[in-house]
């Protein structure tokens, strides 16, 4: 009897012994890699931020749970940098002291903030801060997920110029910046003005503005009074809902154009600005939620219904997800490449400046890197806001890579 | 001054003494050894940046101290003063080929002839109307940084070279901790000097009736100019630090804000004694590292409410630490400290 009770207790003991292994197993012997998310979840860009932070999380969980890289497991650190400069240096310490591969930077601040030490110590990270071209001339260890904010200035001038050609107009088109006083909204100036100039535009002074504004109207009779034909702007949704709005007190609408960046286009625009939206265009680089056929759109659906419940068409949400699928797909041809023990950030640079086309699932042009050049591609998006939904406009608009000065 | 029983002065030297008690020395010689050795015990660059951020926030708060604490004269600029040390320093290395152990007073030089071009008017105003003479200079300084073409690297900022002396280059964290808290102990040294000095003593007359003080024979003008020489000096040595370390400088690194926190968290500490800079730093500091800590793990706990709240949390939370120290502690944690050295002395009899 006792003989008998200590088999099954012995044969108990192995099963679970062998699911535990099985259950364990792949995370136990699989390669550890820790990625850096430099996240401005708090702060100025906050709203922004967080989509950011959810798309680039879940999409991660997706990848985890649907197709992992073989061999490997990623362990994604975030800590809060709220789009301070004083905070991305002792973060990036930390991180470097937990042993990250790579990392994931969400505004121009980061970017100019840890360009330098990024190249001393050599952890490749992908970034959304467009807005500091020293970082890619000489290219460093940042990588852009876009073109930068001057090639998205050049891109809004190219394709009104278009328009008022083919309106039948002969004299120069009027642009003006109005624009938050950031780095980040400041970025297209120094390098876009110039350009848009020799273009064919009258560049107009630059108008700024501070902190989050809750009234533009000085800004706009500026451009009205000056004769503006193309307001842009680089500025975040709430901005751009502040301006549509004042521009449609002001009787703006129809005699002037009004252009942002990708973070000017989303549901949050149409939210806060209500009719005043209709007309406004964005250039952007990822597609739109009304793109149902599109593949990276039917995965962003998909991954918010598997892990929040319900889809929320936060635009940001999209721009999250992409500088996961350039991480996670550097991550999966450096496994295949090197092995799993050997994904580090070493290889991970020479995957992403080596591997060539990255396929974003029509999430953004075809992305690739090379070892001169950070900048992901050259096609953007026109969108335009029609009856409440931004639609697209025109795809595949080539910009100019204008080229930051060598330091 | 309080001394504890049996400790008596017999000599002008002794009376003038900062280290008094045998405690006192011993203190001193713990920290100094702590100090020296602390960065090969603990390799953890995280927390020697934290702490060379801190060191960074202290200096900045002792010549914010010499202008508000000693002397009761607001100044909202205080970051811009910075931000002029930091570029004084880079462009000195990096156009002129200054060495490192010129430039770095220098820098505190042009800041502190910037910050009295600044002051000058503090013969004629005073308080609300001195605060907005200094808001204007925060807002000039950064205009000129942002728009002085290449001189000030455009909108980009400018590159900092690593700072060092001869051939030997302050390259890592260690070696850039042992250094600013060399300057720290300097720093340190020289505002508890002036404060016992003659100059300090003519800043507080300033400050408590400058109407009385001039009766006395103090030239006010001249004392006002010094507070805001000597405070933007330590501004621009504390902008130099602040430069050299991040090897990246940019007005927005330097913003309003910053201002405006300083002499929040210097009242924190305690406006007018040598140690309230330092408690005004480490509060600041820690407050930042503990909200960008548990942000993300109360945005994980609330999903629902976290674009809402959290992002403004770390505001709300230095504003109403600034709010309870005005309320409830208006001479700041330096009191509490004076309270408990006290009560430390004394014991165990409680008077």
């Known amino acids: ?71 490997v497991t990623v362990n994604i650190l975030m800590e809060d940098t709220s789009y301070d400069p004083k905070r991305y240096l002792p973060v990036l310490k930390k991180f470097e002291a937990a042993g990250i591969s790579a990392g994931y930077v969400m505004g121009t601040n980061g970017t100019a903030a840890m360009n330098d030490e990024l190249r001393r110590v050599k952890i490749p990270c992908v ?70 100039a020799k273009y064919g535009f009258e560049v107009l002074p630059v108008q700024l503005f501070a902190g989050q504004p809750n009234d533009l109207s000085t800004q706009l009779l500026r451009a009205k009074s000056l004769g503006a034909n193309l307001v842009f702007s680089n500025i975040l949704e709430g901005h751009f809902a502040v301006l549509l709005k004042d521009a449609k007190r002001l009787g703006l609408q129809g005699k002037m154009q009004f252009c942002g960046g990708s973070e000017c286009r989303g549901a949050e625009v149409v939210k806060l600005a209500g009719d005043a939206a209709e007309g406004a265009w964005s250039v952007n680089h990822f597609a739109d939620w009304s793109e149902t056929k599109n593949k990276g759109i039917q995965l962003g659906m998909q991954m918010q219904k598997e892990f929040r419940g319900d889809v929320d068409y936060q635009t940001q949400y999209l721009m999250g997800v992409i500088p996961a699928r350039f991480t996670s797909e550097a991550i999966r041809y450096a496994a295949k490449t090197w092995g799993a023990d050997s994904v580090n950030n070493e290889n991970i640079y020479k995957a992403l400046t080596t591997m060539g086309k990255i396929d974003m699932l029509g999430l953004t042009a075809d992305a690739s890197f090379s070892p001169t050049e950070r900048r992901p591609f050259k096609y953007l998006n026109v969108s335009k806001c ?22 | 001054m309080w001394r504890p029983s049996g400790v008596f002065n017999r000599s002008y030297e002794e009376d003038r003494a900062i280290i008094r008690t045998p405690t006192q020395w011993t203190a001193l010689i713990l920290f100094l050894l702590a100090v020296t050795f602390f960065p090969f015990f603990f390799g953890n660059n995280y927390i020697l940046s934290i702490i060379i951020l801190t060191i960074i926030t202290v200096v900045t708060l002792q010549g914010l101290n010499f202008i508000l604490g000693f002397t009761g004269q607001i100044s909202v600029g205080h970051s811009a ?131 009385a003080a001039e009766i006395m024979g103090i030239n006010i003008f001249k004392y006002k100019l010094l507070a805001f020489f000597i405070g933007s000096f330590y501004a621009g040595i504390a902008g130099a630090m602040w430069a050299h370390y991040l090897l990246r400088i940019h007005p927005d690194h330097f913003s309003l804000m910053d201002s405006i926190w300083y002499l929040g968290f210097l009242v924190v500490g305690g406006l007018g004694s040598a140690m309230g800079p330092i408690f005004g730093a480490i509060v600041y500091i820690g407050l ?23 992002s403004g949390l770390a505001l709300i939370i230095y504003s109403l630490v600034v709010m309870v120290f005005l309320l409830f502690e208006p001479r700041g944690i330096n009191r509490q400290f004076g309270l408990f050295k006290a009560y430390y002395r004394l014991w165990p009899f409680a008077y």
């Open chain 1, 1 to 71: 009897m006792k003989k008998r009770i200590r088999g099954r207790w012995g044969i108990g003991v192995g099963m679970g012994l062998v699911f535990v292994l099985l259950t364990m197993g792949s995370s136990v012997w699989a390669k550890e890699v820790k990625l850096g998310v430099f996240g401005d979840v708090t702060g100025p860009i906050a709203f922004t931020a967080q989509q950011f932070w959810k798309g680039y999380s879940d999409y991660f969980k997706w990848v985890e749970k649907h197709s992992p890289v073989p061999g």
């Open chain 2, 81 to 211: 003063f910075m931000a002029i040390g930091a570029y004084a320093t880079t462009i000195l290395m990096t156009r002129f080929h200054f060495p490192f152990l010129l430039s770095f007073p220098c820098a505190g030089l042009c800041a502190a002839l910037v910050g009295m071009i600044f002051g000058l008017p503090s013969l004629r105003i005073k308080g609300f109307y001195l605060a907005l003479a200094t808001l204007a200079a925060q807002y000039l300084i950064n205009w000129f940084l942002l728009h002085g073409g290449n001189f000030t690297g455009h909108l980009y900022g400018l590159s900092v070279p690593r700072a060092g002396i001869g051939s030997f280059v302050l390259g890592s964290d260690r070696a850039y901790f042992v250094f600013a808290m060399i300057i720290l102990v300097l720093m340190s040294y020289f505002a508890k000097n002036i404060e016992r000095s003659k100059v300090g003593r003519a800043f507080i007359a300033v400050r408590d009736n400058d109407l």
């Open chain 1, 127 to 196: 970034s959304e801060g467009s807005g500091f071209p020293p970082a890619i001339e000489p290219p460093g260890y940042i990588f852009l997920l876009r073109p930068l904010y001057p090639d998205v200035f050049a891109g809004a001038c190219i394709h009104f110029m278009d328009v008022w050609k083919k309106a039948g107009h002969k004299e120069k088109p009027k642009v003006m910046t109005i624009t938050w006083d950031t780095p980040y909204g400041r970025a297209h100036i120094e390098l876009g003005e110039p350009w848009a």
């Open chain 1, 386 to 407: 029609v009856n409440g939904v931004w639609v697209r406009e025109k795809y595949g608009l080539e910009v100019p890579w204008l080229k930051p000065a060598a330091k």
């Open chain 2, 288 to 310: 930042k590292e503990l909200v960008s800590l548990i942000t993300p793990f109360l945005g994980g706990l609330f999903p629902g409410i976290q674009t809402n709240i959290f």
